[in-house]
């Protein structure tokens, strides 16, 4: 599983890393620290990264199987 | 009593707020942070049959899980029990799901990101510099006459949405209907406001596009049936913001102003640490959370913290309750300057959270920094106390008599 986070959505409210903060960080801004890019996740971060994404407000977080 | 013990009655003030809450009710205003300690003592789910009946979730766990499960709770049929779901006067994106709603969220939010909000900062300086001018010469004013009430205003129009500085008066007064005037004129306020953002929105709409706020909402987006968004849900995008940005802002920069008059050790640091202030606000943002409740259905029989919900059931999560859970936070009701909290649930979680909240605590950030510079020695005024009140959806501070060391104005 991976994940990408749209640098053009992510508003920087830092449920993500509230959420799963195994998964997700935040840069010195608010925003999530991996915009812009895709990340692998590690099959036992699996449902957390899901939950993560379910949380954010402007659902900048796809989740790619 | 401790956290620990369970709580069996919810009686308080004369009123059993476990079976008979109701959110607009004066024996919860005037005993608010007691009845919020009871209901997560003893009632997370308490029963409500005001306006025809109503849950209210308190819990901090509760309210985030409900937020993020937009498909078992939905918010289609109204933010609170008097909204019918069918009212043409819907408002967008508060009032629908996503997908819709996630694509209005992901055409608004670049104009709400902290690095949007960033360009406002000198903007709102200035103005929160021309409102203490026309005070700081008396030595006292109501702080949410003279301030609270209208920086939001002056934010949101002229620097969001670019209207002409010489509409900014009418609308002020139409807004300041809306949001605080008599009950009863509130809806003439609303209309007014609606009226004047759907000409401005037409008019906007014939001029060369300036890349705003505005030409983002007369660009729009498509409906879930793949059709352009319509006109009138573009105007109630722009009542939406507005509705959800200035009376919760006023409360805030209330509670900013209560706080440093009634925490003069706090004030004191907060001027000598300025890398205190952000958490300091955070802090007054959680205690003093402006939305008391926000409405969502079920859209299926369900349940809650073991009390089975019904579909079509209105419950309406406490963001103001669920920031003071005891299971989230040590002392509750305080504002501890120095408490770090990831996320702030006073503005809501999940897809309905609070677009505007970098805005708010950008306003509420430099109203503190300009308040400890300029009024370092502001107190309540002598024997008095602020006016709370709120309705189903917002709390609200009516008065807020101060009194501070008379300054010069900066400003001509």
Redesign the interface.
């Given at each position: 599983m991976k994940y990408v986070v749209d640098s053009?959505?992510?508003?920087?409210?830092?449920?993500c890393?509230?959420t799963a903060p195994d998964v997700f960080t935040l840069d010195d801004?608010?925003?999530n620290a991996a915009a812009g890019r895709t990340v692998d996740v590690p099959e036992h971060l699996e449902a957390a990264a899901r939950e993560g994404a379910?949380?954010c407000?402007?659902?900048a977080i796809q989740i790619q199987d | 009593m401790t956290t620990s013990e369970r709580k069996t009655t919810g009686e308080i003030g004369g009123r059993d707020h476990f079976t008979d809450f109701d959110l607009d009710s004066k024996e919860f205003s005037e005993n608010f942070d007691e009845v919020v300690s009871a209901v997560h003592q003893g009632c997370p789910v308490a029963r409500s049959e005001a306006q025809g009946g109503y849950w209210v979730v308190s819990g901090f766990d509760d309210v985030r899980a409900i937020g993020?499960d937009w498909q078992t709770w939905t918010n289609t049929n109204g933010y609170e029990p008097t909204r019918s779901g069918t009212d043409d006067a819907r408002l967008y994106p508060l009032e629908i799901d996503?997908p819709y709603q996630?694509r209005w969220?992901?055409k608004l939010?670049?104009y709400?990101?902290?690095?949007a909000i960033r360009s406002n900062k000198d903007s709102i300086r200035r103005n929160v510099n021309e409102l203490i001018d026309q005070f700081i010469e008396d030595g006292e004013c109501d702080w949410v006459d003279a301030f609270a009430a209208h920086l939001p205003g002056r934010v949101f129009f002229s620097t969001m949405l670019g209207v002409p500085l010489d509409d900014l008066p009418y609308l002020q007064a139409a807004a300041d209907q809306a949001v605080r005037g008599p009950v009863e004129d509130r809806m003439e306020g609303w209309n007014k406001v609606g009226a004047y953002l759907a000409g401005y929105l037409e008019q906007r709409a014939k001029e060369e596009p300036r890349g705003d706020f505005v030409d983002a909402v007369l660009e729009g987006v498509t409906t879930d049936d793949g059709e352009p968004a319509p006109f009138m849900h573009k105007v109630f995008v722009m009542v939406d913001m507005l509705a959800g940005g200035l009376a919760t802002t006023t409360f805030l920069l209330s509670g900013i102003a209560h706080f440093l008059a009634t925490h003069p050790e706090d004030a004191r640091r907060l001027a000598d640490d300025p890398g205190l202030r952000p958490g300091a606000v955070e802090e007054v943002i959680r205690v003093y959370a402006s939305i008391l409740s926000l409405g969502r259905t079920a859209t299926k029989d369900t349940e809650i913290a073991g009390q089975p919900i019904r579909k079509g059931e209105m419950v309406m999560l406490s963001y103001a309750a669920a920031a003071r859970d005891p299971r989230h936070f040590a002392n509750p009701h305080e504002i501890d300057i120095t408490r770090r909290i990831?996320?702030n649930i006073a503005?809501g979680?999940?897809?309905?959270?609070c677009?505007g909240?970098?805005l708010a605590r950008l306003q509420a950030l430099t109203a503190m920094e300009e308040m400890l510079r300029r009024l370092p020695d502001l107190s309540m005024a002598e024997g008095q106390e602020p006016v709370f009140s709120h309705s189903t959806v917002t709390r609200d501070m009516d008065t807020l008599p101060v009194r501070f060391t008379p300054g010069a104005k900066e400003t001509s």
């Open positions: 053009a959505l992510c508003a920087a409210h830092g449920l890393a509230d801004d608010g925003f379910a949380a407000p402007e659902s | 993020q996503p996630t969220r992901a939010g670049e709400f990101s902290p690095r990831p996320t503005f979680y999940g897809p309905h959270r677009i909240s970098h």
